[in-house]
């Protein structure tokens, strides 16, 4: 019989003098590329003084890995890169190639500016905006205010409508969602002629059979009632789907994908959808 390979596990250091956001991205998606990779992440985020670096570098020396940096501080940079060239250890800014290549396209320098990314611009409050939005409009609140949505979600209880919407407005589009209850009606305004993109979420039974009993267990309830029985789940995802058929809604199945991928297709249905109107 063929022993199991074991996990490779490995330090990364992340160190920026922002969120740390961009990194934590880079990692996720790196790893993804490899198989059976844990990565020991040791995050240092805002670090913007000499000190707060000096302290990074100690805590690194002491946990020998790779390291990934987004700093914009040259002397940090350089201190950082001595540092760890010093030690023997890999170190690489994340955001160097992408930069280079814009600042020879562009023929324009990089500012070097700390925290740049993260300014009170315009499409910061778009952001934030539309992540007040979702959450105000919610499993159906506020359906009468619909109209302003960018783009409205329905789906059974458990396809991800409200993480969806969130990552959503993290991308600048109001989401609103509503849960198809049954028995229960629709707000009017996903009838209107003229209302936003509406998408509906359809999952596989046996899918959402088992992601509601796992949050059952995880909620220590054991009455589940139609919740959980078959029967009543096939009919719930069955009556879904001939709604989102009848009204001629696109739809997006989410019984294997993830919230971004969900999300990153609704955004295609969207830029779509600009387009005829």
Request: net charge negative; aromatic share 6%; with cysteine.
């Amino acid at each position: 019989m063929m022993r199991e390979r074991l996990a490779i596990i490995c330090n990364v250091h992340l160190v920026s003098d922002s969120t740390g956001e961009t990194l934590a991205g880079v990692l996720r998606a790196s790893c993804a590329q490899f198989d059976r990779i844990q990565p020991m992440e040791h995050s240092y985020f805002m670090v913007r003084s000499t000190r707060q670096l000096e302290r990074v570098m100690r805590e690194i020396e002491a946990a020998p890995g790779v390291v990934m940096f987004t700093l914009s501080n040259l002397e940090h940079r350089d201190l950082l890169e001595a540092r760890c060239k010093e030690l023997g250890f890999p170190v690489i800014a994340v955001l160097d190639p992408v930069l280079d290549f814009m600042s020879r396209y562009l023929g324009q320098e990089t500012n070097h500016r700390v925290g740049a990314a993260r300014s009170l611009n315009a499409e910061y409050f778009k952001r934030i905006d539309a992540l007040d939005f979702a959450m105000y409009h919610d499993d159906g609140q506020q359906a009468v205010e619909l109209k302003d949505a960018d783009v409205v979600l329905l789906g059974v209880s458990r396809t991800s409508k409200t993480p969806t919407c969130v990552y959503l407005a993290h991308r600048g589009v109001k989401a609103a969602n509503v849960p198809l209850v049954p028995g229960a009606e629709l707000p009017a305004e996903l009838f209107a002629e003229k209302r936003p993109l509406v998408v509906g979420l359809t999952i596989s039974a046996d899918r959402l059979i088992h992601i509601r009993k796992n949050r059952l267990a995880a909620m220590k309830e054991t009455r589940a009632g139609d919740y959980t029985d078959e029967e009543a789940v096939r009919r719930e995802v069955m009556d879904a789907q001939r709604l989102f058929e009848r009204q001629k809604w696109p739809t997006i199945d989410v019984s294997r994908r993830s919230v971004e991928e969900t999300a990153a297709a609704i955004l295609n249905l969207l830029a779509e959808h600009r387009e005829s109107v």
